[in-house]
């Protein structure tokens, strides 16, 4: 028997040997010119020029950062925007590396460079910390955008993209502005209401069709036509966090292919189509880095990962998964205990379903997505794991569906029924009871005196009188007053994840359900039909993903490098070192630990 890890191939880490290897490095761009490749990492720049052989790399102190955010090819050089280092230009004929000297020296030589994209007519664009730059390599000479100066929103300016017009979308920290070329200036009073120009956009792109796509801090991603007259929000995977996506590219098939920071998918006819990409297919870690994507000349696609640059042909994708691996249920519990028949009694309700499909993979890295039919309306993700459980199931047949995300070749079933307290045949014997039961009385009741008639009958009518002007059940008040419509549920949560958000009330352990109903000015009991009915979610897993998300943050920015795991979950608003583990793992399906080694990291304590 053959104990490695199953890995089929269809993703290749790139490497030029003996000489380079991007496996495990984190890479955060590059650039990729056929024979000639700039990669950028946590671990150096790297120069590779296959048609010459060559290979060179810069570190410390000759290169300022190891935090490289961009990468551009201009006027025969590569322009290199660092984190803290500004920028530096790197010569592919002297395979030198040296500032960039224009414009304002303090900010080239020690500020934040977040983007380098250039245009149509020959300019340099660069988004900093400082606003926005042009530069033309002709004539030397550099232009500065503010806040001041232009509409250009306030914040680090984080994407430049010039679309198929020659029209510039700059997004900044606090939101968005357009370029129009024909009258150099910016301008941010042009977008139409509903639109995403206040959102912190990180990356946009345009695909053959020419719609433009917005990946956001937080959010689904968004669509667009260039002239802004169709857009919507557009649902990759329902299952996915909204802080998930970090790329996009397009493929010649059609395919859009989406870089999460927890796996990679494929997407087409709005997310009707979609495939999963994991470990199994060659993918060497979850996480993907913002931005970092690109289809080459000939087709193929390459994404930036914590584990180093990636690549894939696309044409092949349908033939490596049409092998499909066939998922078959390994065991069935009920109460804890295993079955082996699909009738069960009605207290047997609480189901586990174990299953596998046969791939000795990285066990972190194994995807399926699952729905139980007559509970779930959707597909479910589940990472890490395999097995689900159900509890408290009503008497009733269900079928257990799970599949390859994606993949309906691969869908394994299984049916189950929950019987009732009381089987059909009782329920008959009942009913026939109580029809003789009221016989009888109907009977007992004529034969009575005439006087106990006349109360009766006085009685009855009282009753009918005291009927019409009762309190209805308590149980029908109850209902009414916990239902909330579809129109309210969505506009309590909008203002939920605004205050969240903006205020980050999970930092507090403290923070209890009625706290947070009070500052959205609403009721607990309200809030708690939002988070249990309409999110189907507890109240302290919606607040502990924050907290998980702002670990993510933390451990990425250099300003925390020195806290240890324990100090870093307090300041997220963990109140116990066991529940950020466990919060954490729930969340990811991987440990703090592991997440932290994944992009590149060391764990201050275990």
């Given at each position: ?7 089929n ?21 590059f650039?990729?010119?056929g ?24 570190v ?11 990468i551009?090819?201009?006027?025969g ?51 900093t ?5 042009c530069?033309?390599?002709q ?5 500065n ?22 029209k ?78 970090m ?13 999460c ?79 082996n ?27 399926y ?27 009733g ?5 799970v ?13 189950v ?51 019409k ?32 958000e903006?205020?980050?009330p ?26 249990n ?64 080694r ?9």
């Amino acid at each position: 028997m053959d104990y490695s890890l199953y890995q089929n191939g269809l993703f290749r880490t790139y490497a030029y040997p003996p000489q380079f290897n991007s496996a495990n490095l984190s890479i955060r761009s590059f650039v990729n010119r056929g024979p000639e490749k700039v990669i950028g990492s946590r671990d150096g720049l790297f120069y590779i020029n296959e048609a010459t052989g060559i290979v060179k790399s810069f570190v410390k102190p000759v290169l300022t950062s190891d935090l490289i955010l961009t990468i551009c090819f201009y006027e025969g050089e590569y322009y290199i925007g660092t984190y803290g280092g500004g920028m530096m230009v790197l010569n592919p004929q002297t395979l030198s590396l040296k500032y960039f000297t224009q414009g304002d020296t303090e900010l080239f030589q020690k500020g934040h460079i977040f983007c380098v994209k250039p245009d149509n007519r020959g300019n340099l664009w660069i988004g900093t910390s400082q606003g926005l730059f042009c530069y033309n390599g002709q004539t030397k000479q550099i232009k500065n955008f503010t806040s001041a100066n232009s509409q250009l929103p306030e914040g680090n300016v984080y994407e430049v993209s010039f679309d198929s017009t020659g029209k510039g979308w700059i997004a900044t920290e606090t939101g968005m502005c357009i370029y129009d070329p024909a009258s150099q200036s910016l301008r941010s009073n042009v977008f139409p209401e509903g639109f995403v120009h206040k959102d912190k956009v990180r990356t946009i792109y345009e695909d053959a069709e020419h719609n433009l796509y917005f990946i956001r801090e937080k959010g689904s991603l968004f669509t667009s036509t260039l002239t802004m007259d169709h857009f919507r929000n557009q649902s990759v995977l329902s299952t996915l966090p909204d802080n998930s996506l970090m790329s996009i590219t397009e493929d010649n098939q059609g395919w859009l292919w989406v870089g999460c920071n927890d796996g990679l998918l494929r997407i087409k006819e709005e997310g009707e189509e979609y495939d999963s990409f994991t470990f199994n297919d060659g993918v060497p870690g979850p996480t993907f880095t913002n931005g970092a994507a690109y289809k080459d000349e000939r087709g193929l696609l390459w994404f930036g990962n914590t584990k180093g640059l990636i690549y894939v042909d696309p044409k092949q994708v349908d033939e490596v998964r049409g092998k499909v691996r066939p998922i078959v249920f390994t065991d069935i519990l009920a109460n804890g205990v295993s079955i082996n028949k699909s009738s069960l009694k009605y207290n047997q309700n609480n189901l586990t379903f174990c299953f596998t499909d046969f791939a000795y993979g990285l066990p972190s890295a194994l995807l399926y997505e699952y729905k139980l039919e007559g509970v779930d309306s959707d597909w479910k993700l589940l990472t890490a794991q395999s097995e689900v459980s159900y509890y408290g199931l009503s008497s009733g047949t269900y079928t257990f569906c799970v599949r390859i995300p994606g993949n309906e070749q691969s869908m394994a079933t299984y049916k189950v029924t929950v019987q009732p307290m009381i089987p059909w045949w009782g329920w008959v014997i009942l009913a026939i009871s109580i029809i003789l039961i009221v016989v009888l009385v109907r009977y007992y009741v004529r034969k009575s005196a005439p006087l106990v008639t006349e109360v009766h009958e006085i009685s009855s009518e009282e009753e009918e009188e005291e009927e019409k002007t009762a309190e209805p059940h308590p149980a029908e008040e109850k209902y009414k007053a916990n239902r909330m419509s579809e129109a309210e549920c969505k506009e309590l949560h909008d203002r939920l994840v605004a205050y969240v958000e903006k205020e980050k009330p999970y930092i507090n352990p403290d923070l209890k359900m009625g706290e947070l109903a009070a500052a959205l000015h609403t009721s607990s009991h309200s809030l708690s039909y939002l988070l249990n009915q309409y999110l189907n979610q507890s109240y302290y897993d919606f607040i502990n993903e924050y907290r998980v998300a702002q670990f993510k943050k933390m451990v990425e920015d250099s300003d925390y490098s020195r806290y240890t795991l324990t100090a870093l979950a307090e300041l997220c608003g963990f109140s116990s070192r066991a529940s950020f583990f466990r919060s954490f793992k729930k969340s990811t399906g991987v440990t703090p630990n592991e997440y932290i080694r994944s992009i590149g990291g060391t764990a201050k304590d275990e």
